[in-house]
Each structure stands twice: as C-alpha cells, then as structure tokens.
C-alpha cells in the first residue's frame, strides 16, 4: 500500500525566504505526483503537478521529481505571508485514480 | 460554475444517530472522491466513484460507512451509529478523468459527534 510522507511537519520562516517542502513516496510504479495548498478553514487547492522526473517552474513555485529518490518537492521563491497554509503533496499510482495525500507541512512566514 | 458544492458545513449528532453527507461535484467531471480529513491521521481516503460506479472503496469503515452516487450531480457519504471517533472534516472531491488528474476540493462538511 502506498505510503506519503512529508518533512517537515512545520516551518516558519521570514518573508522573502526560499521554503524547501519535501515528499517521499513508496510505491515506485506511481504516475501523478502534485502538491495542494489549504487556507485555515479552506478547501485544499491544487498547486502544481509534475508527471516525468524533472523541474517544472510555475512563477513563484517549484517542482521537482526524483522518481529513483521515491522523492518530490516544491520550492516557494520570495516567500510571502499570504503562502502561509497547509501544503499537502499528493501521489496517484497506476490503474485508479486514487490520491494519496500526506500529513502536510504547515508553513507560516512571517512578515 | 460554483465549484464542489458540500452539505451541510457543519452537523453535530449524538453517538449512536446516524449522519448522511451531500456532495455535489463540478458538471462534467466523471471522477468523484471523499477523504476524511483529522489533525492526527491527516486526510485520509475513503472511496471514489467513476462515471457514478463505485470503483474504490477500500478506506471506508466497512460496518459504519456507506457512500452512492445514484446520479452524476449527487453522491451522499451514510455513518451509521456515529462514534466520537468518526468526528473529522469529509471532503469530497471531483475531477475529470485522464492524466491532468487534478482534484477539485468542497469545503467540507464538519462533523462532531458528542
């Protein structure tokens, strides 16, 4: 059964700051790898997604993905107090479109 | 297009009642997914239907849960004798089929179980 795992679980840190959030996963097979972002009390949003291992850069965020590793993450450049949520990454595997989400990392950035 | 639509926000029952959760997915996505969502065990999931045929229900309570989807506007999300454990926020979600993949989140329906 896959397994998401996400470090750290919290992080703060000052406005205009590089944030590092990373994911592991388990079951290399896996096809959809994506990160969600949550306002406290909000539905989680979809972010980015990355299918092939690589970097794909969407203004401020990035993604990377090193399926060998069973490893993604996401990079937040200039780090702003509103990016402050709940950042969920997401794997699907093969045959379904079932998501399986991780713990999340809180992240706070202060102003 | 407004989006996931979810009822009711908020439901707070007794243990032992019975609670019964809407979802209304996004017109045209034919993937329709409930997670429950706790501080502790993070958002987990539950069961997925597609084109309205249950596909993957391998999180649910098998005793307590049940979810359908009788048409491709509606699917409801059934706890039966909740228990205070079951308390959590249920999200569903939707999304149209094919490799983009991505999963449109309701806000949720909270419940809490005295």
């Known amino acids: 059964q896959q397994k998401v795992q996400q470090s750290p679980e919290s992080l703060i840190v000052p406005e205009g700051a590089m944030t590092s959030l990373n994911c592991t996963f388990s079951?290399?097979?896996?096809?959809?790898f994506a990160w969600y972002r949550q306002h406290s009390g909000k539905a989680p949003k979809a972010l980015m997604s990355?299918?092939?291992?690589g970097e794909k850069e969407e203004g401020r965020f990035t993604i990377h993905l090193n399926k060998a590793s069973l490893h993604f993450s996401l990079h937040i450049r200039d780090s702003q107090p509103s990016d402050s949520a709940l950042y969920l990454c997401?794997?699907?595997?093969?045959?379904?479109?079932?998501?399986?989400f991780g713990a999340g990392t809180r992240l706070k950035v202060i102003a | 297009n407004a989006g996931v639509i979810q009822t009711p926000r908020h439901k707070v029952t007794g243990k032992g009642q019975e609670a019964t959760l809407w979802c209304e997915p996004i017109?045209?996505?034919?993937?329709v997914f409930w997670y429950r969502q706790t501080i502790v065990q993070g958002l987990e999931f539950l069961t997925y239907?597609?084109?309205?045929?249950?596909?993957?229900d391998s999180g649910m309570p098998k005793e307590r849960f049940s979810a359908q989807m009788p048409n491709q506007s509606h699917s409801t999300l059934k706890i039966q004798s909740t228990q205070p454990q079951d308390s959590a926020v249920y999200l569903c979600a939707s999304s149209l089929e094919g490799n983009t993949g991505q999963l449109y989140f309701g806000e949720g329906s909270k419940l809490t179980v005295l």
């Open positions: 017109s045209g996505h034919s993937a």
């Open positions: 997401a794997v699907r595997g093969t045959g379904n479109y079932k998501y399986v």
């Open positions: 079951d290399s097979a896996s096809q959809y």
């Open positions: 990355i299918f092939s291992n």
């Open positions: 239907f597609r084109n309205q045929a249950p596909i993957d």
